[in-house]
């Protein structure tokens, strides 16, 4: 009934969720931290999300419910993923934008809840000298980290330091920020596109933070439903985005598997481009289709 897209991205997910946990673990001095342990999440997930987008299905269903440390860890992670694809990103830099994403925000969760600036930026700071431990190839990620730490508006702790801002900051800084966003508006984020994307275009209007590149990036990611997302349509029925249609982010394939009220032998295939009249009214993650919850989703 699960379609194997969201199958294997859940598996996946599940796997970087459980290394990101060890790696935080060496955080508390349980263990020695290294960077490949690091790198091996950012590779699993991006290979992953170049396969499909089915990934950003758990990752938006962790960032609406119950959360853990190292699902809140990955998140911008993945996002930044995402954003770095859509705006065309060579591999090697789609892992360079990975990497510092992933250890930005495992430097911030080292430090204890609570924790002033000083606080947080010497726990990013103390990541960064690992990676320039590792060699002038990790160089580029540990100023990426730091700048990251910044700001995107922001020249640095000494002036002048940084005299042009990375492209990768601002996808950071965004994803990051969206990341937080939608874990303030929890369970209430069950719009499509997420209500989160127009609220920072809302902030963006006020504040001009990010480059129109990079948040035309963010909407062509969060205007596209992921494959293998659960959705009720505006006639009551449920299931599974199963295909897309190429110009049409919001008019997908669905796999029907509730109609009435009540859960199909068989899937009906229900292609919203040939169906003006049907839309996704709303956008139900990873919710389970078992006959005892068919009723509660209807």
Not at 7 to 21: F, H, K, M, N, V
Request: charged residues 25%; contains cysteine; glycine residues 10%.
């Amino acid at each position: 009934m699960v379609p194997k897209e969201l199958q294997d991205a859940r598996e996946t997910y599940d796997a970087a969720i459980a290394a990101t946990e060890r790696i935080l673990r060496t955080l508390r001095g349980e263990g020695v931290f290294t960077v490949e342990s690091a790198e091996s999440v950012v590779e699993a997930l991006l290979a992953q999300l170049e396969i499909s987008d089915a990934l950003m299905v758990p990752f938006l269903s962790t960032i609406t419910g119950v959360s853990s440390p190292a699902a809140e860890t990955i998140g911008p992670c993945v996002l930044s993923l995402r954003i770095g694809m859509e705006l065309d990103g060579p591999r090697p830099e789609l892992g360079r934008l990975g990497l510092s994403a992933l250890l930005y925000d495992i430097g911030r969760a080292g430090v204890s809840k609570g924790s002033d600036a000083t606080a947080i930026r010497r726990g990013v700071e103390e990541q960064i000298q690992l990676l320039r431990q590792r060699g002038p190839s990790y160089a580029k990620v540990a100023d990426l980290v730091l700048r990251t730490h910044d700001g995107p508006n922001e020249s640095g702790p000494a002036a002048g330091k940084y005299r042009t801002v990375d492209e990768h900051v601002h996808v950071i800084s965004l994803a990051a920020t969206y990341h937080s966003l939608a874990r303030q508006r929890g369970t209430r984020e069950r719009s499509w596109p997420p209500a989160g994307l127009k609220e920072i275009l809302q902030r963006q209007r006020g504040r001009g933070r990010f480059p129109d590149k990079i948040l035309k990036a963010l909407i062509g990611v969060l205007a596209t439903l992921p494959l293998g997302g659960l959705v009720r349509l505006n006639s009551g029925e449920i299931g599974y985005v199963v295909a897309k249609n190429d110009g049409f982010p919001l008019r997908p394939v669905v796999a029907v598997w509730i109609s009435l009220g009540k859960l199909l032998a068989e899937p009906k295939p229900v292609d919203l481009q040939q169906n003006p009249f049907l839309y996704v009214n709303e956008f139900l993650g990873e919710a389970k289709l078992e006959p005892d919850l068919a009723g509660m989703l209807s």
